[in-house]
């Protein structure tokens, strides 16, 4: 089956020393400089193979080749080529000239050992054919730079400047270079600039001698110029800092797992089974990728040297549920310089700054929950979370007037996590991540509830035994696809919720004879991540929060049927929490994953994609009612809680360009070839089985197809328990051959290991083109995959594709 090829990666070699040159604006000398440079590389290195390549060149169509022409002219023993003109009545797209570039390196790699000089055009912002700046075109093949300054008057800005550009999108200067011109001394301002603060050398050659009339004159001055700079001290000094270079970039990527692994404690690992060669060296990241150390390069025989050492993998958890906008974003990046220099860090109780501010009005404006009021800040999902359970049970107390001595717990569901802080770990049940933390107190009761999973043709809402033996509630119900199961209003309305809701009260009642007192509701809306990938039944959810709000009565000293508040924004019952750290802003594909539901919470806790996966930083938003239970003239009855980098204006200021440009895709339509799918899925799931049609506001949808899903699901049941997906998530539950359940199941770990392997694209046959693979995480049995909220379905199909080869041959296998 073929697969979509992944995007260029990063190009390094350990047979060939490659370099592109940027210059700080047009006019600088570029291709003299580079000239100089891949002479003197074939006189130094003359058993190696020296090459030059112009991705694209400007000018008029007849001077396509002007630049290699002049190599060739004055450097003869130079491999040269222009890629594309940038008047093409055909403009390239920007992966097309990253291909061609990635192709054409490889091909030198191939010759083994030597030099590639890759120059640009014009400066460092200079547009690419389909319009976006070179700084941005190229940020994937990360290859080093060498910076050509600007000698005239005004060029020690222009430099500093393009040094700047490049040094915020990831790229490492590795030295500059500039003509020695008397009159201005730009090198010497330079050299102490960027030795003193950036400890890169700056080096100068002399001017190019005036242009004669006499051509033949001209061109012999000329080859004189060149004989003499490339021979000089200082060009040779700076092709072996250069090459130098080169050797300690692979030298510490190759050293870097062994020392890791002596020095670095990692989460969620048990480090007794993790030898070296099973840790992940990333290089840099780029959109949906990491850039990989590929061990299988490092060979030093001639017959591996063109083995490429770096490998594009696919970020399958979108780097632990962080990722939306995709690694490096620029305009992320910038927000985050912007902010860096504007501000640093600025204490924030009782002041305010822009970046805060904006982003809270953003924020509620978006979740578009007229209880929800205020917003503080934190700085990670589980440190939120522990802000809103104060919030919350301060709250219940003053209601109830229960006394400090009164030990309160929360009401959650089974196999729920919220993070890893004492405090949040308390408000889940005991299980792998907690029960053998010496201070773990679990706090309250979790709920079965039921899971939704497609298999074998059908969406089903499994009713857990222990629910349906307990209240002879019904089977599992079959649905023709996962919009119905989210019509939760029409459902309710057809009576579907009436088991939920004596379950619930049953529940609870239970609780009040036992005299448990309880301060808060907390679910994590829609989908139990780190439990499992579990999808809940919304209907459920739905039903509970109702439930609990009906249900003073049964958490305090009120009679049944009574509230103490006469207003829809007013938390009555208990306040409800709902952690959307990893379910909210657009994960499952709306802005609130409580959109699902139909109902809202008092308090709503928000991280990882809130940042575009940039920085750390978390909310807690809370309506008015629940800020009032902390209003008083005693300070101690304040919300005594913070750390030092509340509302770090970085932070803020990346989050509100993140939901900025989140709302904006939205309102687009980015999404729309995804919608797309799932409602001609569905219309064709609808006439098969002669079902009403109905609105499609509630849509369902998913990056990952429809036919994907189906095909998944499809497979045999002893290999493949369910699947589901919704928004960027995919999740596979798969069967365990030994029994085992749960995070310490192993069944995913073959899956999870052969799509880590990948292999050579299936399209090709040149063992020269780069590998590429999926780096996912396991939740025991559980396989999944997220894709960002700019993913393309390109990208998808290719990882669908090789997701598909992976679970056949594995079925085959189990």
């Not at 995709?326 to 220099?341: E, F, I, M, Q, R």
């Not at 009021?373 to 007037?401: C, Q, W």
């Not at 249900?551 to 938390?571: E, I, L, M, Q």
Request: net charge negative.
């Amino acid at each position: 089956m073929a697969r979509m090829p992944p995007p260029a990666s990063s190009l390094l070699w350990r047979s060939l020393r490659a370099y592109q040159i940027y210059g700080a604006n047009t006019d600088v000398g570029k291709t003299i400089i580079t000239t100089i440079l891949c002479k003197a590389a074939h006189k130094l290195w003359p058993g190696e193979r020296t090459a030059y390549l112009k991705p694209v060149s400007t000018g008029p169509a007849d001077a396509a080749d002007d630049r290699c022409r002049h190599i060739r002219r004055f450097a003869p023993d130079i491999a040269t080529k222009t890629l594309f003109q940038y008047d093409l009545a055909s403009i390239p797209p920007d992966e097309t000239i990253l291909a061609e570039i990635s192709r054409y390196a490889a091909h030198q790699a191939h010759y083994g050992p030597g030099w590639l000089f890759v120059e640009t055009a014009g400066g460092v912002h200079s547009p690419s054919p389909a319009g976006s700046t070179q700084a941005d075109l190229y940020m994937s093949l990360r290859l080093p730079v060498i910076l050509v300054g600007d000698s005239k008057l005004g060029g020690i800005s222009q430099t500093v400047s393009a040094f700047e550009s490049l040094k915020i999108r990831g790229y490492d200067v590795e030295t500059v270079l500039l003509f020695r011109e008397a009159t201005y001394g730009n090198h010497s301002y330079l050299a102490d600039y960027f030795g003193q603060r950036h400890d890169i050398p700056v080096r100068t050659v002399p001017e190019p001698p005036k242009l004669l009339e006499d051509a033949v004159s001209d061109a012999a001055a000329l080859s004189r110029y060149y004989d003499d700079c490339s021979g000089s001290a200082e060009v040779q000094e700076t092709l072996s800092h250069l090459d130098a270079r080169h050797e300690d970039r692979i030298s510490r990527l190759e050293s870097m797992s062994a020392a890791a692994s002596e020095k670095i404690w990692y989460p969620f690992t048990q480090q007794k089974h993790l030898t070296p060669e099973k840790i992940v060296i990333i290089d840099s990241a780029r959109g949906d990728y990491f850039q990989t150390f590929n061990s299988q390069g490092t060979a030093t025989s001639d017959a591996a040297s063109s083995n490429a050492l770096l490998q594009s993998s696919f970020d399958g958890s979108a780097s632990w549920w962080t990722q939306g906008l995709g690694h490096g974003n620029p305009s992320l990046t910038l927000a985050a310089a912007y902010a860096a220099g504007r501000y640093g860090h600025v204490m924030f109780a009782e002041a305010i700054h822009e970046p805060a501010l904006a982003v809270a009005e953003t924020l509620l404006a978006g979740l578009k929950n007229p209880r929800l009021k205020r917003v503080f800040f934190s700085d990670n999902g589980s440190t939120a979370v522990e802000v809103a359970v104060k919030m919350a049970l301060r709250a219940s107390r003053l209601r109830y007037g229960w006394g400090p001595g009164d030990a309160l717990g929360v009401l959650g569901l089974q196999g729920s996590y919220h993070g890893d802080t004492i405090g949040a770990m308390d408000c889940s049940e005991p299980s792998v991540y907690n029960e053998k933390v010496e201070w773990y107190e679990g706090k309250g009761f979790w709920l079965e509830y039921p899971t939704v999973e497609y298999s074998q043709g059908v969406w089903t809402v499994k009713i857990p035994d222990g629910m349906r033996d307990l209240h002879a509630g019904p089977s599992n119900v079959a649905y023709p696809h996962l919009s119905s199961i989210f019509d939760v209003e029409s459902r309710e309305s057809r009576g579907e919720g009436r088991f939920y809701e004596h379950f619930i009260r049953t529940t609870l009642e239970r609780f009040a004879v036992q005299g448990r007192k309880f301060g808060a509701l907390i679910i994590e809306p829609v989908v139990l991540g780190a439990g499992g990938m579990l999808l809940v039944d919304p209907l459920f959810q739905r039903t509970l929060v109702k439930i609990v709000r009906q249900s003073a009565h049964v958490f305090g000293n009120t009679a049944p049927g009574t509230n103490s508040v006469a207003d829809d924004r007013t938390w009555t019952g208990l306040p409800v929490i709902f952690d959307e750290v990893f379910t909210g802003l657009y994960r499952l594909g709306r802005f609130s994953a409580a959109s699902f539901l139909g109902v809202e919470p008092e308090i709503s806790v928000h991280a990882k994609v809130l940042t575009g996966g940039l920085v750390p930083l978390s909310v807690t938003a809370a309506s008015e009612s629940i800020f009032q239970a902390f209003a008083s003239d005693d300070k101690s009855d304040a919300l005594l809680h913070g750390h030092s980098y509340t509302a770090h204006p970085v932070g803020c200021q990346v989050a509100l360009e993140s939901l900025k440009e989140m709302q904006k895709m939205e309102a687009r339509g980015d999404w729309d070839w995804a919608r797309t799918a799932y409602q001609r899925a569905e219309t064709e799931s609808y006439q098969d089985l002669s079902a009403p049609d109905h609105t499609r506001e509630g849509l369902a949808w998913s990056v990952w197809s429809p036919e994907l899903v189906s095909w998944v699901g499809g497979l045999p049941t002893r290999f493949v328990g369910g699947v589901w997906a919704l928004g960027t998530v995919l999740a596979i539950r798969l069967i365990s051959s030994d029994g085992s359940t749960g995070y310490k199941g192993s069944a995913a770990r073959a899956v999870h290991a052969a799509l880590l392997q990948g292999r050579v694209n299936a399209d090709s046959d040149r063992s020269s083109e780069p590998q590429w693979n999926v780096h996912s995480r396991v939740l025991g049995n559980t396989l999944y995959l997220m894709a960002g909220q700019k993913t393309t379905q390109e990208t998808v199909k290719g990882v669908e594709n090789l997701l598909r080869e992976v679970l056949e041959n594995t079925s085959n296998r189990t």
